[in-house]
Structures are given as structure tokens and as C-alpha cells.
């Protein structure tokens, strides 16, 4: 059984609509987790890193939350836009770069 | 900074032949990852190096796959004969810290 579950796992939505994606994870020690988006034919790119004392961060339209008590977190897109099309990657580190990755949430958005 | 460099970005091959993909870390960094995507199994870790030494290699499928960083801005990984289930998007990542740097991906197909 993977260390970190995605869902959903695929998703589709209306351009300016929110979204929720969830990642719940197993692994542990917990040293931070961290979400990744990729572009269709490109590598990952950050968009958030938390460790275990930060429950929300931002990156602008994004913002991440993680409850480590219940090991989940949360990725929240506001006003989709096109450009946010892409699959969004959870990976949970456990330290000394130990690092689990999650299968992914494949995100359309449609205008 | 150009970020990671990989090369080539694509290569297709006939099964038996050997396979050379290449990553230009970013300077400055002291850890090296790489890593095989496909869309059965995602995203996964086959060895990364810290100071250009073999950390961990346990996620190298077997011994026809083979890595080496002879210098902390060169890395190569080696598939020696090359089979149709290598067929994947190999990314090699970089990093100083936490925060991982994922190159473009060389996408591989073995005929």
C-alpha cells in the first residue's frame, strides 16, 4: 500500500471555480510534505513546502493545509484558471531524503 | 540559473541497445535524484547521491540499470541492453536542502 493516497484522482472543472485536492499519508517519521505541480511534458515544480508546524501556507491562487495529527493534507485552488490544467503531486518526506511520492490528482480545467 | 539540464529529451531505441541519459545539476547543490515516471507507477525514486556519492540505489530496477556522478555537476544513468518496460520519462532533480529541482525529463522508448 503506497505511503501517501491521492484523491481524487482525476478532477475536472469549469474555468473560476474552486477545487480541493486531498492527500493522506502514512509515512513517519514526518519531517515536511510538499505539493508539486506538473505540466503535461514537464518536470514537477514546487508550489508549497510544510513542515510539522505549519498547517496553512499560500503561493498565491494555492493554498495548502495539513493536519498532522490526522496525517492529511489539503491543496485549495481558488478561481481556476486554464493555466492551472496539470497533475498535482503529494510527496511526504520522512527525512534525510527519504521521500514518498503519491500517485497524483490529473486537474482539467475547461472554459 | 538554467536549472537542471537533462539531455537528451527524447530518445527512442531498439531493445539490446545500451542508453545513456544526462543531468546537469544545479550549482551549488549537494544532492542528486533520479527518478522514473510512467503512468502505471507514477513517480519513482531509482538512487540519489549526496556530494556526488551513492546514497541510496535500492529503487534501481536491476542490474542492467547503472548511475554515476564522477563530479558534482555531471551525473549520468545507464541502461545496459535496454528493454520495452524502460520505456518512461526519466527526470533527474537536484537540491540543497528540502527543496527539489526537477529537470525537464528525458522520455525513453525502447522499440
Known amino acids: 500500500k503506497n505511503q501517501v493516497e491521492q484523491s481524487p484522482q482525476s478532477l475536472i472543472i469549469l474555468e473560476g471555480k474552486n477545487c480541493t485536492l486531498q492527500?493522506?499519508?502514512?509515512?513517519?517519521?514526518?519531517?515536511?510534505l510538499r505539493w508539486y505541480k506538473q505540466d503535461t511534458g514537464r518536470g514537477p515544480v514546487s508550489l508549497t513546502i510544510?513542515?510539522?508546524?505549519?498547517n496553512t501556507k499560500s503561493n498565491g491562487r494555492y493554498t495548502a493545509t495539513l493536519d498532522a495529527d490526522t496525517k492529511q493534507s489539503s491543496l485549495h485552488i481558488t478561481a481556476s484558471q486554464l493555466s492551472d490544467s496539470a497533475s498535482y503531486i503529494c510527496?511526504?518526506?520522512?527525512?534525510?531524503?527519504?521521500?514518498?511520492f503519491g500517485a497524483g490528482t490529473r486537474l482539467t480545467v475547461k472554459p | 540559473d538554467a536549472g537542471v539540464i537533462q539531455s537528451p529529451r527524447h530518445e527512442v531505441t531498439e531493445m539490446g541497445q545500451e542508453v545513456t541519459l544526462r543531468c546537469k545539476p544545479i550549482?551549488?547543490?549537494?544532492?542528486l535524484f533520479w527518478y522514473r515516471q510512467t503512468m502505471m507507477r507514477g513517480l519513482e525514486l531509482l538512487i540519489y547521491?549526496?556530494?556526488?556519492?551513492?546514497?541510496?540505489d535500492s529503487g534501481m530496477p536491476e542490474d542492467r540499470f547503472s548511475a554515476k556522478m564522477p563530479n558534482a555537476s555531471f551525473s549520468t544513468l545507464k541502461i545496459q541492453p535496454s528493454e520495452p518496460r524502460d520505456s518512461a520519462v526519466y527526470f533527474c532533480?537536484?537540491?540543497?536542502?528540502?527543496?527539489?529541482?526537477f529537470g525537464e525529463g528525458s522520455r525513453l522508448t525502447v522499440l
Open positions: 510527496v511526504v518526506s520522512a527525512g534525510n531524503n527519504d521521500m514518498r
Open positions: 492527500c493522506n499519508y502514512t509515512v513517519s517519521p514526518f519531517s515536511n
Open positions: 510544510m513542515t510539522f508546524s505549519e
Open positions: 550549482s551549488g547543490h549537494n544532492s
Open positions: 547521491f549526496n556530494n556526488n556519492v551513492p546514497i541510496d
Open positions: 532533480a537536484s537540491a540543497m536542502g528540502w527543496e527539489l529541482f
